[in-house]
């Protein structure tokens, strides 16, 4: 019979040291063979510090011909896993995490209106916008606000829509800088 292994790329392992095929692995077989097989042991963590393992495809493969032999093993995902494991879930300090959101968020906000402003100076927006005034209403009038509160906005908005982030439904379809 056929057995069909997709390992993932890493795991997170928290508490527990046995690691079996069905925490590293999707399995696809036939009838009770699945669950036989999701249950072979991988391997046993020791200690009480975090620390990384490495298991291959291969590990997975030998395990499960030793416990299960006769038949045919196929991998259709990654050749190695990286077990993550911690002997107990960390709790994050919730003040330390608000201060890292407000910290890059700052940072962010700081960065993209400087690249902003920086653009408008280079293109000499406000003169832009003083001939499209002068076009459209024949006057001479320095920072005309009624062109550029609509810009700022539609700029806002422009921004918002692009990366579709409070939007519910999301449009595959469409390009997304978040899609990688």
Known sequence: M??????????????????????AAEVLAEGGLKSRVENIKLITLDGDKKKN??????DITAKTNSALPGHTINN?????????YSPKEEKQNSLILWVKVIFVSVVLLTGSATAIMSFHSDAQISTVFENYYYIFFNEKI??????????????ALGIIVFFNHFSGKKNNRRPDPNRG
């Open 76 to 84: 259709l995902g990654e050749t190695d896993i990286v077990i993550e």
């Open 53 to 58: 393992y490495l298991i291959s495809v291969m």
């Open 142 to 155: 320095e920072n005309p606000m009624l062109i550029d509160l609509p810009y700022s906005i539609g700029l």
């Open 2 to 23: 056929n057995i069909y292994i997709k390992p993932q790329k890493k795991i997170n392992i928290t508490g527990h040291s046995d690691v079996r095929i069905k925490d």
